[in-house]
């Protein structure tokens, strides 16, 4: 009598009523299938945010729990079954305790589930599966299911190589546009910069690069050339990413010494060589001739010497 009751109440509460097998009271309504005298829970995955996925950060997982079935699910466990390159963190339980869903309770009054999870720095783009287990009753009945979480690292990487004194050279060296490119020159102890310190790229796709000036000037003394050259100059890169992320990374470049100012200084020791050899030949010129002229008359002598022997 109960069936045939509960029976009644869904014909007059869903429509398009349309038995599919009898034997087991499964239904199928405008909204889907319904099954009778029974509990039935459907786990979907609704979202993921931020799609894709980041290496390295978190992303959280929300999935919406119905009960197709007539009969009240009591004592409803999920438990996350994170495995490389999804973690949870230290602390964080894979375990919730849902309790009681009732008897068709689906769509709205579904049920949402939501983790936080930790994606590996070194996870690979693509899609990475995890997985969920339910139990409900005394924990006898339990399934597990499957999901694909979509990765992909939405940052690029930069190289950047000093030309000369005032021009950098700056690379789009990873895999994405880097949007909204800016290049500074923070302030430090080594080096000081005439006039602006930053200069907008603007766009740079994967593979490109673009060149930057910049008034650089070291802070040290310009007679010590080596200690200079084992300077590194910071400089800090500001970009958006594929997510609109703004993101800021340093890179340290080895300064190569001012051209014109090594230039200067080869050019004042070569002066100085030739001053020196100047000054000396201008004073001791004469003096060396004079040694010369002797050297030559002594051979002579033991030249006509020798014959007078022989003879």
């Given amino acids: 009598m109960k069936k045939l009751l509960l029976l009644f109440i869904l014909v007059g509460v869903l429509s398009n009523l349309t038995l599919v097998e009898s034997v087991t009271g499964v239904y199928n309504t405008s909204s889907g299938l319904v099954y009778t005298d029974m509990i039935y829970l459907k786990t979907t995955f609704v979202n993921q945010d931020p799609y894709p996925a980041d290496p390295g950060g978190y992303v959280n997982l929300l999935f919406k729990i119905e009960n197709w079935g007539t009969e009240n699910a ?52 693509g899609d990475s599966e995890i997985k969920l287990k339910y139990s409900y009753g005394e924990g006898t009945s339990y399934s597990t299911q499957t999901f694909d979480v979509k990765i992909s690292n939405p940052r690029t990487d930069f190289d950047i190589v000093m030309q000369d004194s005032t021009t950098l050279a700056l690379a789009n060296i990873g895999a994405n546009t880097a949007y909204s490119v800016i290049v500074k020159i923070p302030e430090q102890k080594d080096f000081r910069v005439s006039g602006t310190s930053a200069n907008i790229i603007g766009n740079l796709n994967a593979g490109d690069y673009t060149l930057v000036t910049f008034q650089i000037t070291p802070t040290g003394s310009i007679t ?82 020798r014959k007078r022997k022989k003879k």
Wanted: cysteine-free; aromatic content about 8%; overall charge negative.
């Fill in 74 to 125: 009591e004592n409803v466990t999920f438990e996350l079954l994170p495995e490389y390159p999804f973690s949870l963190d230290p602390g964080v339980s894979a375990i919730q305790e849902v309790g009681t869903i009732k008897g068709l309770q689906r769509g709205v009054n579904a049920f949402l589930l939501k983790y936080k999870v930790k994606v590996d720095k070194d996870a690979v783009d």
């Fill in 224 to 305: 010590n050339v080596s200690s200079v050259r084992e300077k590194n100059l910071t400089v800090e890169i500001s970009y958006t990413d594929l997510l609109g992320i703004r993101r800021t990374i340093q890179k340290e470049v080895p300064f190569e010494f001012v051209s014109s100012i090594e230039n200067r200084i080869e050019k004042i020791q070569e002066d100085q060589s030739q001053i020196l050899g100047s000054w000396i030949l201008g004073s001791s010129g004469s003096l060396y001739i004079i040694i010369g002229v002797v050297g030559i008359i002594a051979i002579i002598a033991i030249i006509k010497l």
